[in-house]
C-alpha cells in the first residue's frame, strides 16, 4: 500500500511536472529545434556521463574502505543498475536497488551501503554548494535561484550535523532506538539493532580526515564531468553559452532532480532545465527542446547499460526493490 501511494505520488508531480515545462510550447517548435542541431557532440553529452557514473564508482570504494575493500568494478556495476533503476522506477528508488545490489555483489551489509549513499548524497550536495557559491559570486541570479541555494545549503548543514552526531554518539542512538522498539518481539528488536549497527558503520568514512578529502576531490570532479556533458549539449544545440553555464545547468538540475517524482526524473528535470537555460536568455521552445533531447540521450543507454548489467549478475530487480528487511552480511 505505501508503494503503490508513492507510486502514484511520484507520477502525479511528474504529470505536474511536464505540463509546467511545456505550457505554451507546441510541439513543431520543438521538432523544427531539434532538426537543426548538430548531431556530431551528441556522443559525448552521453560521455560526459558515462565519466562522472564511473567517477562515482570510485568515490564509492574510497568511501567503503574504513568497512570493507570492494573493487571499483563491483561499485561502478552496482551504481549502474541503481541509475537504470531509478530510470524505471519512482521515488529514487534505484538507490536501494543500488545498495542491494552492491551488498549482493560484494558481501557488504546493505544497510552500510545504503548509509554510504546517504553521506554520498550530502557530499554531492556540499560539492554543487560549492560551485553555486562561486558562481554566485561571479553572477547575478534570480532571487529565487538564490533562494534555492540557501535552502540547499541549510538542508545540507543539517544532513551533515546529524550524520557527523550519529557516528559521535553512536551508542547514545542504539540506546534510544532500543528504548522506542522495547515494544517489540525480542527477536525483532535484536534485528533492527544489527541493522541499525550495520547502518552506522556507513558513516565511518566521516572519521578519518584523508577520507573526506579525497570524497570531497571526487565530489567536485563527478560534477565537473556532468557539467562537461552539458556543455557538449550546448555544442549540440549551437548554444553560444560559456561553461560557467553549464556549471550553472548542472546544478540547477541537480537540485531540481533530487526532488522525488516518477521513473528517471521525467518532468522535474524539464522543468530544471528549462529555468536554468532561461536564466541565460536561451528562449522557452530551445530551452524545452534542449531539456527533452538531453533527458533521452542520459535515458536511453544509461537504462540499456543497466538492464545489462543486471542480466550479467543474475539480478532481480523486484527482489531488490522488495529487500528492505534484508540484509547482506559483510
Avoid at 561499485?75 to 541509475?83: L, S
Avoid at 557538449?232 to 560559456?242: Q, R
Avoid at 533521452?296 to 538492464?307: D, M, R, S
Avoid at 545489462?308 to 552480511?329: C, I, K, P, Q, T
Amino acid at each position: 500500500m505505501k508503494r503503490r501511494l508513492m507510486t502514484v505520488l511520484g507520477l502525479a508531480i511528474t504529470v505536474v511536472s511536464l505540463v509546467w515545462a511545456l505550457r505554451g510550447i507546441h510541439y513543431h517548435e520543438i521538432l523544427e529545434t531539434v532538426s537543426g542541431i548538430d548531431y556530431g557532440w551528441t556522443p559525448l553529452i552521453f560521455g560526459g556521463t558515462l565519466l562522472s557514473i564511473w567517477l562515482r564508482a570510485v568515490r564509492w570504494k574510497v568511501m567503503f574502505k574504513p568497512i570493507k575493500e570492494v573493487t571499483v568494478t563491483e561499485a561502478y556495476t552496482a551504481t549502474m543498475i541503481g541509475f537504470m533503476a531509478n530510470n524505471v522506477l519512482p521515488m529514487r528508488l534505484g538507490e536501494v536497488v543500488r545498495a542491494y545490489s552492491l551488498g549482493r555483489s560484494a558481501a557488504v551489509s546493505k544497510s552500510a551501503a545504503f548509509a554510504t549513499i546517504v553521506v554520498e548524497r550530502a557530499f554531492d550536495l556540499m560539492a554543487l554548494l560549492l560551485i553555486l557559491g562561486v558562481l554566485m559570486i561571479r553572477f547575478e541570479f534570480d532571487p529565487w535561484f538564490r533562494s534555492l541555494g540557501y535552502i540547499a545549503l541549510v538542508a545540507c548543514l543539517a544532513l551533515f550535523a546529524v550524520m557527523t552526531l550519529a557516528r559521535l554518539k553512536r551508542e547514545l542512538v542504539v540506546r534510544l532506538v532500543n528504548a522506542s522498539t522495547s515494544i517489540l518481539p525480542g527477536g525483532l528488536q535484536a534485528k533492527i539493532e544489527e541493522l541499525l549497527h550495520r547502518f552506522l558503520d556507513g558513516f565511518e568514512v566521516l572519521a578519518r580526515g584523508h577520507h573526506i578529502l579525497i570524497v570531497a576531490l571526487l565530489s567536485l570532479t563527478v560534477w565537473a564531468a556532468m557539467a562537461s556533458s552539458f556543455f557538449f549539449g550546448f555544442m549540440t544545440f549551437k548554444l553560444a553559452l560559456p561553461i560557467s553555464a553549464s556549471l550553472v545547468l548542472t546544478v540547477v538540475c541537480a537540485l531540481g532532480v533530487m526532488i522525488p517524482s516518477g521513473p528517471g526524473f521525467v518532468g522535474t528535470f524539464e522543468v530544471a532545465a528549462k529555468y536554468g537555460l532561461l536564466l541565460f536568455g536561451v528562449g522557452e521552445g530551445v530551452a524545452v527542446s534542449f531539456a527533452l533531447y538531453y533527458h533521452a540521450v542520459q535515458f536511453v543507454p544509461i537504462t540499456l547499460l543497466g538492464f545489462y548489467h543486471l542480466w550479467r549478475e543474475n539480478f532481480s530487480l523486484s527482489r531488490a526493490v522488495e529487500s528492505e528487511g534484508d540484509d547482506a552480511d559483510s
